[in-house]
């Protein structure tokens, strides 16, 4: 399947480790089984809530490895990195080891449109033409701009480029101008799969996105959503939304995110600690009893969340 | 009353505007009413949300005296200006009209804890030790991360420093820090207001704050949160800021936040029209029909959304 | 005289004050008498340099106004301000007043090309379509980065668009660049006057630069500097130049750089206090003997340091 | 020899590349015997103006191995990384083959001091407390502001700190206070070596600064320079600085600089291509006339830079 016309949600993994900090394969394995399961159409590792940077290059491609390998589904490697060789190195080493492609956000220090797009430009090259990439337009986090018609531009230069891995903030305008360049045939189509942890995904989907890249600790929920919008039953998509709307916008909050994820995966039952390697911490004792309310209240109406609590 | 021993909901005003961009004063009046007949505790003008940097200096006056004859209640005005002068005019000048305090956010190039103090220290004695300042903390827009040390050294260094605008993001843990402050006698007593648009107002009241300083375009329904967070009916406030949290997280989209805020007042007869003066822009028609859908949902259990549609 | 034509130095006047912090008045007259002696083409008044954003409204004009009786050569004024209707009245009064045009820097927020030139031209809508302009593009200090074809985008949207500061850096291939749109007919022609201190003023002429906007302590020398290199006696404008580099470059020390140049300007005899309003600082002892010393260097090849000493 | 207590210049040690991107050994030999015979006390590899982030894990290895068994000197090592894994891992590797310590820079997300030091508590933590540590203290590139106060609870916390790559600008009076704090017993000593590509080395030394680490083209000028400060001959140090200083200032502009310096390192015969990794340029024909003219200028006064010529 090639990355451009993919559809659903590619779950963004959590790397699982142990108490100790050494990675833990066997959680690796049931996460893995789980995003599966949950009706994830693919899954993403090694991004930002992946604690990518916080792996040695042995851990890295070991981690991306096995899930390929259990998943059976396309998975794509977030291989950001400070230079173009490491980068190289990482995106050919997935590639060979089935990765579907590779995801490549910009480095924080990109200020004009033509820094953006000959950014990509020679990322591409670096990785080499035959290595689909996606573009992980974050702001929030990489305080890089791109407006749509630089991610047009970007697309239009660079062949391999198959997905948008949308999370600008705030952006459902922009998921319409790009829809827009396709049906003017200014654009080629890819893929628009949306992140920022879901809070916009109700409306994003209206407005043509494709489905989720987001690592929300219900992905399964926004498998159903993404599947209630698609076959337009729009008020049972937002009904569901909204009854995890709580905690998907708990969950948001920078630096506390992957401390609730973690929390509440390790809570399913589907990775065996909670635990982050530094500078990640677990959430404080007051959070995690906000979490449990938030759980317990989902709980009424999504059993999901009752067998979380 | 003093501001530090505030509680409740201090609403952030939007200034009303004309279609040809000139201050609409019946629409002052008209709102200035409303925020008093919600239950607001407070009204703070001339905020980032106010449009204060599109008045020039004889507007922003007559807008802060205005709304202060009117509303019969404390209310604060955001003093934020490039140098000192400025903020020292205009304190001086609303303080004479009657305001209970001004605001004071941090110039975004601050980067050292003591750069903070300082500011702060300098900006007190600039407006006189007799002028009542609310400290506005909001890393999201002005770049300056106080930690709570650093608040606590700002409220210790000034008597005259009676409130904090808290909307940090994520700042749930800074309430808590604050409060333990106190509680150890390392800090005096200072109310904190939350901000945010309201977006984490439900824990942020159980966390310690004693209420809301935002703007969100239903302030009667923050009011009844805050009212029944703090008469301990935990389930019923969160049921009804739940009910609203779609549109709270639609309208903290930053940048369409005031747009989504004005169309909705417009549209609840408080003010005449949604305009704001450039660069501001309207909501486009996607988002007008997406703000009119969560209005529609929430009038399934809140009337007053029922009265805006 | 217009000023797309404008050649030489546009000397950035500092803002004299009384060592309490009341503007002097008979400063400013001495000043602007030793600008016009120095051989300066212009002044310019309330920039950056010139503690702009520690005067309120009232002072701002009437230190324009000043400096605009006595000099009887253009004077451009500083305009930038937080938002559109304080630039606009500020703009228009000085005009009145007999400005020859205005100064606007970037809000320091602006990401992307396209938000940049949106904010130019809703800025000259707003001062009124007379009312010419100067850009300021200082990244280093306003954190802004407008690559030549968004300068040009700007010029060619905008008639009133007239002079480039220039303070990019680096920004000898932005000049470069800027004169060969010229020259194959994509952009009319602007004065280009360079900032930064002067760092780089020797080869910014041969670039093709008209000339200098800065405020360096020997604004005399500088014209000497552009007037040998318009003259294409190379060796003696380096010869000139190099011998003022030291002080030059010490001066172009972010935050200390004023406080170097009033100490120079009163050592001089041109303003009678070193003063500047808070935050600013006056220099440290130490500071103090380095300038001392660099100034007895400069003087043994330029006798204007001499009288300095 | 304990990198506290050294004095000097370490050089900055560009990363030679052939025209076709291959690290280039013979020239990496040719340089470190250059290093060694200019007079310089240490080297520095791997650091920014090494192209670091642009090697990969094992050339970045053998990079640095390949110094250290030529040099017979201390060498630094750059270990700066996105996250702890891969930072430990060079770090280790480096010690094994005979470093003499590494250098850390801070993420550019840091905005609080105890941020900062909480960063480089986990970093001495996370290389071991056996690995010798250099700040790296560079706003302008990191945008990370430490005080003195910060820098002195980075020392006094981690017993394996031992050296300040000083670059802050300006940064004098920092020199200065970190100095008071030694005199005051509140910190213990640890080496200032600054960098800034030398632009501030007159003054530095004469507040305190035990010498240099940077790359300045001519390294033998710094050793120079260093040597006469230390010795009290001020006016032969500032003489021959002046003479440079038009060079190091063209060589300090950012983005131009390293071309510069590779460009003016293969024309002594030092390194035999200029050429960079992507995405770095090589000089444009006009900036290197201006180069050449430079050169030229400086020859009149200096023999080595008429080897250059």
Chains 1, 2, 3, 4 share one sequence.
């Not at 995003?35 to 890295?60: H, R, S, W, Y």
């Not at 492609?101 to 020679?122: E, F, H, K, W």
């Not at 990489?142 to 407006?147: G, R």
């Amino acid at each position: 399947m090639s990355l451009d016309t993919a559809r659903g949600v590619y779950v963004i993994a959590p790397t699982p480790f142990h108490d100790d900090g050494r990675v833990d394969e066997a959680s690796i394995d049931r996460m893995t089984e789980f995003f599966v399961a949950a009706g994830a159409a693919g899954i993403t590792v090694l991004g930002q809530m992946g604690e990518a940077p916080k792996l040695d290059a042995a851990e890295a491609l070991a981690v991306a490895a096995r899930v390929i390998r259990r998943a059976g589904m396309p998975v794509v490697v977030g291989v950001t990195a400070p230079g173009f060789a490491a980068m190289r190195a990482l995106a050919r080493e997935v590639m060979d080891a089935g990765a579907a492609g590779v995801m490549i956000a910009p480095p924080n220090t990109l200020r004009t449109d033509d820094s953006i797009v000959a950014y990509y430009r020679q990322a591409a090259e670096a990785i080499g033409a035959d290595v689909p990439f996606v573009i992980q337009d974050y702001p929030l986090t990489f305080s890089v701009q791109m407006t749509p018609a630089v991610i047009r531009r970007i697309v239009q230069d660079n062949a391999s480029c198959r997905m948008l891995k949308h999370e600008d903030w705030p952006g459902l305008e922009k998921i319409s101008a790009l829809r827009g360049f396709e049906r003017d045939d200014s654009m080629r189509h890819v893929s628009i799969l949306c992140g920022n942890g879901g809070l916009f995904l109700d409306f994003e989907m209206e407005r043509g996105a494709d489905g989720a890249m987001t690592g929300y600790c219900f992905p399964d929920m926004l498998a159903d959503v993404v599947r209630l919008s698609a076959a337009g039953q729009r008020d049972a998509a937002h009904d569901l939304f909204d009854a995890h709307l709580p905690l998907i916008r708990y969950e948001q909050q920078q630096g506390v995110g992957l401390a609730v994820r973690k929390y509440v995966l390790m809570r399913r039952g589907i990775i065996a600690s909670e635990a982050q390697r530094p500078p990640g911490a677990r959430l404080a004792a007051a959070a995690r009893s906000e979490v449990d309310y938030l759980l317990a209240r989902i709980a009424r109406t999504d059993a999901r969340a009752r067998l979380a609590s």
